[in-house]
């Protein structure tokens, strides 16, 4: 396997997000975000760490995009911190904020590098979320202004756009479950929050078409290969209502084809918060879709759990090799799920614009022989070979990540990083994972 195979047009990159390794969380008029919120409480990160300072990424750009230049990686996904740019979510605008991405965009084409902004990756200003936060229908019109502001004040130098990261994670974890930010919790957040997300997705996507016709718009997803625990039918029920909930309820209301509601009964409860007019208000002919994947799902019957009836088999009682994360090592999956989405006739392009693996990084003089994570990425890469060889339209694939940085709720604990980063020093150590992937876009 080597670059060429995949084709001139593949696009090789490296992805990061804003809270997770800037810090400076209140440098320069940034206003607090859902997530500085959420760190400060008790238990609610691992080790009560937080993302204050994270791998300083506010101070070490230059730093970080020499690296990323000298792997050879061509394209770099970050995001905009909604309340460095408008502290209060909206109103009045933190110029610094503007003029921080403005010279993050500027330092990447110096370079050679494409810049690719996501314009959400999950960290809310704290101010709207007193108003209700994505519960609150007005938000569509606070991210519409929001993108409007990024679209008019970076779009001159952006050719690639990406609308939100992961939306069923950050309603799902934030909304339903309470274990990510703002930490609310039931059916009564998770419904208006999952559709002000989509409806905020196409909002935005038009918004930055219009700005510039000639860019490539695009939004992400999380996904996993699910499968049934066994053939038995009952599992393999469970598992197709997995599938609805994981990977198909938000994407597929993009698409045009309404929320997948009937395969899983409890997802009416949406149609409360939708008016006139919505269905078509959702769908935007996307110009491609980000795939993020790290792993697959076995999925069992289970009559104790509500509205779904169906559970996890969590990988560590599995037997299977694990990542940091306890999630199964299962590379494979993603051609599966290439497979899956390249299904939907309205996909015009596929970019994997997450994968990778955590793993207990050492520094042992000087290095971090990361085979773990080396194997992982090329047996991916093998895998998506395979499906773009068959005729799925994937054309492009972006490490998660460039540095080891702030993993949520898991704190520091979980390394993805193509780069090991000392915390307590800042110190940057290539690690083996990254001086392949270098090589092999040389």
């Known amino acids: 396997m080597n670059k060429d ?12 997000a804003a809270f997770q390794i800037e810090g400076s969380c209140s440098a320069e008029g940034k206003g607090p975000s859902i997530w500085d919120t959420f760190s400060s409480r008790k238990g609610k990160i691992l080790h009560g760490q937080h993302a204050q300072v994270a791998c300083d990424f506010y101070n070490r750009y230059d730093q970080d995009l020499d690296l990323v230049k000298a792997l050879h990686i061509d394209n770099f996904r970050f995001s905009f911190a909604w309340s460095r740019i408008l502290p209060e979510g909206k109103g009045t605008v933190n110029q610094k904020g503007l003029d921080f991405y403005n010279r993050l965009i500027d330092s990447c084409l110096e370079r050679g590098i494409n810049p690719w902004p996501t314009l959400y990756h999950w960290d809310l200003p704290q101010a709207l979320e007193d108003l209700g936060g994505w519960t609150n229908r007005d938000i569509v019109g606070w991210f519409s202004d929001y993108t409007d502001l990024c679209a008019r004040s970076f779009g001159d130098r952006i050719d690639h756009w990406m609308v939100m990261n992961e939306p069923m994670v950050f309603t799902g974890a934030g909304y339903f479950l309470g274990v990510h930010a703002p930490g609310k919790t ?30 490539e718009v695009g939004t992400t997803f999380s996904c996993s290969h699910i499968e049934p625990y066994s053939q038995k039918s009952w599992n393999v029920s469970a598992a197709k209502r997995a599938d609805v909930l994981f990977n198909r309820l938000m994407i597929e209301p993009v698409l045009g084809m309404g929320y997948p509601d009937e395969e899983l009964g409890i997802l009416k409860g949406i149609r409360k918060y939708m008016q006139p007019g919505d269905e078509e208000k959702m769908a935007f002919d996307f110009d491609f879709i980000g795939i993020q994947t790290y792993t697959r799902e076995i999925v069992r019957y289970s009559l104790l759990t509500p509205y779904l009836h169906a559970k996890l088999v969590k990988a560590e009682n599995r ?7 306890k999630w199964e090592v299962y590379p494979e999956g993603i051609y599966s799920i290439i497979k899956k989405f390249s299904g939907y006739k309205q996909i015009k392009k596929i970019y994997i614009t997450e994968n990778g693996a955590a793993f207990p990084d050492e520094l042992r003089d000087g290095k971090v022989d990361d085979q773990e994570r080396l194997s992982f990425i090329q047996t991916s890469l093998q895998q998506l070979l395979n499906a773009k060889d068959e005729g799925c339209p994937v054309d492009g694939y972006f490490v998660w990540t460039l540095t080891d940085n702030f993993e949520w709720a898991e704190g520091y604990h979980p390394r993805f990083g193509l780069i090991h980063v000392d915390f307590n020093t800042q110190k940057r150590t290539i690690k083996s994972s990254g001086k392949w992937y270098g090589e092999f876009l040389k």
């Open 5 to 16: 195979e995949f084709g001139k047009s593949f696009k090789w990159g490296v992805s990061t």
């Open 186 to 215: 039931g059916l009564k957040n998770f419904f208006p929050a999952v559709h002000h997300a989509v409806l905020s997705m196409a909002a935005g996507a038009r918004i930055l078409k219009s700005a510039n016709p000639e860019a």
């Open 319 to 325: 037997r299977v090799p694990l990542t940091t994360m």
